[in-house]
Nanobody, 118 residues
Framework: VQLVESGGGLGQPGGSLRVSCAAS????????VTWVRQAPGKGLDWVSA????????WYAESVKGRFTISRDNAKNTLYLQMNSLRTEDTALYYC????????????WGQGTQVTVSS
């Protein structure tokens, strides 16, 4: 199982970034997947999740209306479109596989850094 995030970088407040997560080594379309972030010096913060078919999504209140999660099962890829960025969105963003147990993720990527600064 491998999850590889990409697409992070420096964004400006009010700007946009998109991060991606390429999955391999398992049947991507059989799993819900999620984004989790960790700001410097803080704990893990769940961001968003999407179901197998991509027709159900969930968001943390802090990102609702600004971030959009999506997936392309044909490409084995998960996305997170981040709009109206805020400095507090600065974090290491991880994608993770959800095996179906509440709040348990069994495989994680290495993370991609998103920094929001003017």
């Amino acid at each position: 199982v491998q999850l590889v995030e990409s697409g992070g970088g420096l964004g400006q407040p009010g700007g946009s970034l998109r991060v991606s997560c390429a999955a391999s080594g398992f049947t991507f379309s059989n799993y819900d997947v999620t984004w989790v972030r960790q700001a410097p010096g803080k704990g893990l913060d769940w961001v968003s999740a999407i179901n197998i078919g991509g027709d159900k999504t969930w968001y943390a209140e802090s990102v609702k209306g600004r971030f959009t999660i999506s997936r392309d099962n044909a490409k084995n890829t998960l996305y997170l479109q981040m709009n109206s960025l805020r400095t507090e969105d600065t974090a290491l963003y991880y994608c993770a596989r959800d095996p179906g147990k509440p709040w348990y993720f069994d495989s994680w990527g290495q993370g991609t850094q998103v920094t929001v600064s003017s």
